[in-house]
């Protein structure tokens, strides 16, 4: 039988570090579900000892999901350790994720210890982890810069501690495919007890090869475990991203031979999730889930589709989930049909509340827009989940005046707090206008360093525009998303979406890696 390929998403966890990207206890829970409904194997749901925020996001997520198992992050000491654990206690299987750095560089500059005190410290770490998990990973940081004499003594005595999984991470993406491949292969070669653990990669994308990275570490050395992000989500360049490692392992099954527990069709839903909870925008042209993915614009490529699906596609893009854009429902549509379709696109809503919520706002856009697809119905019930948290400051009413030749003005009523507030600006367009009046109003001081719009469903002027606003204060990085189909809304949605989340104290240690 082939071997099977487990598919380790941090998407919570790594993909989060991403500045902008840090996600509410809501919003992490609802992509836990759809990483639930893709069958990933292991999700690394956060690092608990990080904060108390996090910490909360581990127990629920443990606590919710009982398909996958759910992983913590920990540093190597006992404090980490046993708060990963108490985070993980009462869950189904659970998984605790030891690193510990071992380049030469990082343990002389970054943790300031000699190599002996590094090799004792990942040794009783993984004993103390071992005595509270039958599931602990290993991941000396920065691995792939390290010597790999020193790492063969690390690795070997963490496997003897009872070390489950040993992951070797190319935390700054330096590696190269074949290279990265046959350190790993040398590391399995030469340690007498690699056979007692599973082997994972870990790739970042600096230089856009974390997945030739990842898929040279599983095919060269002997790797069984990929630990990738949805849409590559994570820190500078991001991650590996799934759903690239999954589709290519799929379609080349005559190569790879492996095994995936994966059920694809859930691949789109996820990366549109993953983007509209953090506002970080999928690339058109990005493989598997970029719009342009499997369209096909030229006369030549089209008409060889048509004569022949496979001249030019080797997957089918409802395999990856993408429907074609659907009219699903309209003004006359009925409670019963949104909740179906809620359902049918695994929208889950905690209560009937919330459920007739996200209908009373449907109809209201159902009298905007005459059709609504799928992607509208996502944008709202994001947009609706959002407003189960409590919301600091929330847009009541706008006004705007622009007309050619004149300077536009804006008139804006928000709520903060039980406070209402009413402002208004000049500014050089009617969306600089609206944000500049909330601004005067509120006086924030936050540097913007991202404005951008996307139509939620492409190919004509009645969609809705989807808003990412990136606002840094206070030396936090903050995305705020809002969706309407008037742009100038959806500009001021998203930025009091920003200033909502900067108004919420996320505290958090940085996580290396
Ligand atoms: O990139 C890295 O080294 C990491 C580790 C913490 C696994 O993310
Ligand atoms: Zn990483």
């Known amino acids: 039988m082939a071997d099977k390929l487990i598919i380790f998403d941090t998407t919570l966890r790594d993909g989060e570090q991403s500045p902008g990207a840090s996600m509410t206890k809501d919003e992490k829970l609802r992509i836990a579900r759809q990483l639930e409904r893709l069958k990933v194997d292991v999700i690394e749901a956060g690092f608990a000892a990080s904060s108390n925020g996090d910490f909360e996001c581990v127990k629920a997520i443990a606590h919710a999901i009982k398909e996958c198992t759910i992983c913590s992050l920990a540093r190597a000491n006992d404090r980490d350790i046993s708060r990963a654990a108490e985070a993980l206690a009462g869950g189904g299987s659970t998984r605790i994720h030891l690193f510990l750095a071992t380049s030469a560089l990082h343990m002389e500059k970054k943790l300031r210890m000699t190599p002996e005190q590094v090799f004792e410290q990942a040794k009783l770490s993984t004993r103390f982890a071992r005595n509270l998990s039958g599931d602990v990973e290993f991941s000396p940081e920065d691995g792939y810069r390290s010597d790999p004499d020193f790492l063969c003594r690390v690795l070997e005595a963490v496997i003897n501690e009872g070390a489950t999984t040993i992951n070797v991470p190319d935390t700054v993406g330096y590696a190269i495919p074949e290279l990265y491949g046959r350190f790993l292969l040398d590391l399995r070669t030469r340690i007498p007890n690699s056979d007692k653990a599973v082997w994972s990669v870990h790739c970042h994308n600096d230089r856009g090869m974390a997945v030739a990275n990842s898929l040279a570490g599983v095919m060269i050395g002997g790797a069984r475990q990929v630990e990738c992000t949805i849409n590559g989500l994570g820190e500078r360049a991001g991650n590996c991203s799934l759903e690239e490692v999954v589709m290519a392992v799929k379609t080349r099954r005559d190569y790879f031979g492996l095994e995936l527990g994966i059920d694809a069709t859930q691949i789109v839903p996820a990366s549109r999730l993953v983007a509209q909870t953090t506002g970080f925008v999928v690339q058109p042209n990005k493989a598997v889930v970029g719009a342009n993915a499997f369209a096909h614009a030229s006369g030549i490529h089209q008409d060889g589709v048509l004569k022949a699906r496979d001249t030019y596609e080797i997957m089918r893009a409802e395999d990856v989930g993408w429907a074609a854009n659907k009219i699903v429902l309209g003004k006359l549509s009925g409670r ?178």
């Open 336 to 513: 019963n049909a949104f909740k179906q379709r809620l359902k049918e696109l695994g929208i889950e809503m905690e209560s009937e509340a919330e459920i007739n919520a996200g209908f009373a706002r449907f109809k209201e856009l159902a009298d905007r827009k005459s059709d609504i697809f799928d992607e509208d119905i996502v944008a709202l019930m994001m947009d609706e989940s959002s407003h189960a948290e409590p919301e600091h400051y929330r847009l009541l009413a706008l006004s705007q005046h622009s007309e050619m030749g004149e300077r536009p003005h804006a008139s804006v009523a928000f709520a903060a707090g039980d406070a209402e507030h009413h402002a208004e600006s000049y500014g050089n367009g009617p969306v600089d206008a609206s944000l500049k009046a909330i601004e005067s109003r509120l006086q924030t001081g936050a540097e913007m360093l991202l404005y951008s719009v996307n139509a939620i469903t492409s190919g004509s002027t009645e969609s809705q525009g989807e808003v990412t606003v990136r606002l840094q204060h206070g030396g936090r990085v903050v995305n705020g998303v809002g969706a309407d189909p008037d742009i100038v809304v959806a500009s001021a949605k998203a930025y009091l979406s920003a200033l909502n989340k900067l108004h919420s104290k996320i505290e958090r240690v940085a996580a290396q890696g």
